[in-house]
């Protein structure tokens, strides 16, 4: 239902063409055509709005609108136009004015169906009543809606931490052979999150394949394609469970297969992941986006879109001969990944990142999960958004970084990656550079004048040039920007 109301009558009401866009409306003779009950259909007023009114709000929004589908846990903004001095609240939740006409509105969703926008001009005061079709995600993708965000070997005394930063999946080596499965997918029950089925044999599918618990299916590491055995493995099991099962299928590889070496499992994946363990494999960071890119390659080899297969990120988080990553590096090889064309974020391991000498990648982990899998989402809008071209250009700091894979030849990449989506009005840019060295980058064409830096405090103003509105970005050495940039209204 739409409903718009002011505290005295007005003369003009809102234009049903242009949504979000409003100088007031006579809520004394608004007829609600709708049963705002269960339906989660929107319903606009039709009433007459009157001809007598002198109270009027210019205002206008972006963000989500009538009929919406929204995400339970995920927090959705609306910026909203103002006339000078005007105040703005959503659902009795006061808004934060960003300059003297714009105001951000968030609300993180908990199952609500209706959402009243409200702004306040002097003793004028008017408000739109949003319906919403509100969506509990539930299972990874793809079989489900959630975007996978699993923590390898994930502690039962820390799974309330992992959970509440937005880890959905948790595993850990386990054995089907005694009570430590049950008890680990007790405790991860207990904590909203579910397990990877890890399945040897056919006996072991049988065993869990009843289990709600159970996220996807993992087949034994690292079978090589080139021993019969061991592929007849892959192509058996993996036929079984999708002959039975609506699950997707899954096998860790390893990080230094090339392209032509992922190939010949795509056909029987369908979460597609090789290790991206920047100091155990001896790469540049910049390697961890490769990695993911090299995947899609396979895939495309193989005849698979992203929609058929999905390429995941697995960056490394251990300590190797006194190696550990940093949060930071954490982060970033997570980010890298993701801006490579990652749909899942694997990273190994919480257990060595928590408990290695000298690690300090808890908290990257931690920081990752929040924006991937908590309220901030960014794993919704990659899912479910609507991926959009964005304009940019390295302003400052060096460029292209080299590095070799392993059996293949010395490549050049930029040093810097940006991958944007369109969801709700909202615009999520991910910036990544991949140099040591600290670089600015410059985003045209941009939709509105602010953006959000999640994860930090930080609000970035645009300005209005030759190349429309722009955003300048400055990153550190192996900096991640996650930005959501609303359209202005």
């Known amino acids: 239902m739409l409903l718009l109301a002011c505290a005295q009558p007005l003369a003009d009401g809102p234009d049903d063409d242009k949504p979000g866009e409003h100088s007031g409306v006579d809520d004394t003779a608004a007829t609600d055509t709708g049963d705002t009950g269960d339906d989660d259909t929107a319903v606009r007023d039709t009433g007459d709005t009157g001809d007598t009114g002198d109270c009027t709000v210019d205002w206008a929004y972006s963000g989500p609108t009538h009929g919406s589908e929204l995400f339970s846990g995920t927090r959705y903004d609306w910026l909203l136009r103002l006339p000078e001095g005007a105040s703005a609240a959503v659902d009795g939740q006061p808004c934060a004015l960003v300059d003297a006409s714009h105001a951000l509105c968030a609300l993180t969703l908990d199952g609500q169906r209706a959402l009243a926008l409200e702004v306040t001009h002097g003793a004028c005061t008017v408000y739109e009543k949003l319906s919403v079709t509100n969506v509990t995600p539930e299972g990874v993708y793809p079989a489900g809606n959630r975007f996978p965000v699993m923590m390898y070997e994930a502690t039962e005394d820390d799974m309330p931490t992992l959970a509440a930063a937005g880890v959905n999946v948790v595993q850990a080596y386990v054995s089907l052979d005694d009570d430590t499965y049950e008890n680990f997918a007790a405790v991860a029950e207990a904590n909203g999150v579910q397990v990877v089925g890890q399945v040897r044999d056919a006996a072991d599918f049988d065993l869990l394949k009843a289990d709600p618990r159970v996220a996807f299916w993992s087949l034994p590491e690292e079978l090589r394609y080139w021993y019969e055995d061991e592929m007849a493995t892959v192509t058996d099991l993996s036929s079984l469970i999708h002959a039975e099962d609506a699950r997707p299928v899954y096998m860790y590889i390893p990080g230094h297969y090339p392209p032509d070496d992922i190939l010949p499992y795509v056909p029987y994946l369908d979460l597609v992941g090789a290790g991206a363990y920047v100091e155990y494999s001896a790469q540049p960071h910049v390697w961890a986006r490769w990695r993911a890119e090299s995947e899609i390659e396979a895939l495309e080899a193989a ?39 990652a749909l899942g974020w694997f990273p190994f391991a919480w257990w060595h990142a928590r408990y290695d000498a000298g690690s300090t990648a808890t908290e990257g982990l931690l920081w990752t999960a929040e924006r991937l899998g908590g309220a901030d989402a960014v794993g919704e ?109």
Do not use: C
């Open 303 to 341: 005849g698979y879109t992203t929609a058929e297969r999905t390429p995941l990120t697995l960056p490394g988080t251990f300590d190797y001969e006194g190696q550990s990553p940093t949060a930071d590096e954490a982060v970033h090889d997570s980010f890298a990944g993701i801006v490579g064309g």
């Open 381 to 489: 809008w990659i899912l479910h958004g609507e991926e959009t071209t964005v304009n940019w250009r390295t302003v400052v700091g060096e460029t292209e970084v080299s590095f070799t894979p392993m059996y293949l030849e010395e490549r050049t990449e930029p040093a810097q990656a940006v991958r944007a989506w369109a969801r709700h009005d909202e615009l999520l840019v991910l910036v990544v550079n991949s140099s040591a060295e600290a670089a600015t980058v410059h985003l045209t064409e941009m939709p509105g004048y602010f953006a959000w830096k999640l994860g930090t405090e930080e609000v970035l103003t645009g300005v209005t040039g030759d190349d429309g509105i722009a955003h300048t970005v400055s990153l550190d050495g192996l900096g991640v920007a996650v930005l959501r940039v609303p359209r202005e209204p």
